[in-house]
């Protein structure tokens, strides 16, 4: 049985190149919120820079998942792995993105001045970046546990997004020379909120890699699931 160890050694690559691609994508994020907090033209600018490594990992690492479906024909556990690598390098390239997208707001916010300094925006940065991070490592360590903490966290961060959504409406109602400011903040906070999102997607593909439950929109599905469960009578 030579095929065995072989698609093994692949899947084994496979997690590595997963695993690098989430340390490049979360020390993105750590330096683009780093650099807007502190405004550091610098590191936002490195942050944008470093940005196609990411793009490039993730169509290597969809090369390798189809490879490996197209050459070994997995089944059962390495199945659910590669599907699984599939759906999360996606949601890496696109948390990934948002890092450079913040960091081109941060840079703008240097030019416009600052329009809302409160704790609930360094909040929700604290909160999307450890979400993310907690996502990964239940990835890392295929923690089902801690992977639903990460689902129920999500809600958190979209509470932080409302509040700073609020505030700085009725700033640049009041001011409209705060109004330019104002609108790349809100995009910030939306692209925190939009990586809340993703790191609880992280974590639904670990619920499913471990115990091969689709937990997906389960709460807008469930009634419809239960209705076709029963079928015609």
């Known amino acids: 049985m030579p095929m065995q160890p072989k698609i093994h050694e692949q899947i084994a690559m496979l997690n590595r190149e997963l695993l690098a691609m989430g340390a490049r994508v979360e020390q993105n994020i750590g330096d683009a919120v780093r650099a807007l907090i502190d405004r550091d033209t610098e590191l936002a600018r490195s942050v944008i820079g470093r940005d196609p490594e990411i793009d490039l990992a993730e169509i290597r690492i969809d090369r390798r998942c189809l490879d490996i479906l197209a050459l070994y024909q997995p089944v059962a556990r390495d199945l659910r792995f590669v599907a699984t690598a599939m759906k999360v390098v996606k949601d890496l390239e696109r948390v990934g993105d948002m890092a450079a997208d913040i960091a081109k707001h941060s840079l703008a916010l240097t030019t416009v001045g600052s329009v809302?300094?409160?704790?609930?925006?360094?909040g929700m940065c604290r909160r999307a970046q450890e979400m993310l991070t907690r996502a990964l490592d239940a990835?890392?360590?295929q923690d089902v546990a801690l992977a639903r903490q990460v689902i129920a966290e999500d809600d958190v961060v979209d509470e932080w997004h409302d509040a700073i959504y609020k505030r700085v409406g009725r700033i640049m109602e009041s001011?409209?020379?705060r109004v330019r400011g104002g609108l790349h903040l809100l995009s910030v906070a939306k692209y925190l909120e939009r990586i809340g999102d993703h790191s609880s997607n992280l974590s639904e593909m670990v619920v499913?890699?471990?115990e091969g439950e689709d937990i997906r929109h389960y709460?807008?599905?469930?009634?419809l699931r239960e209705k076709q469960d029963e079928g015609p009578h």
């Open 219 to 223: 709460e807008k599905v469930k009634g």
């Open 208 to 210: 499913f890699l471990v």
């Open 139 to 141: 990835f890392v360590r």
């Open 116 to 122: 809302h300094d409160s704790e609930e925006l360094a």
């Open 175 to 177: 001011n409209p020379l």
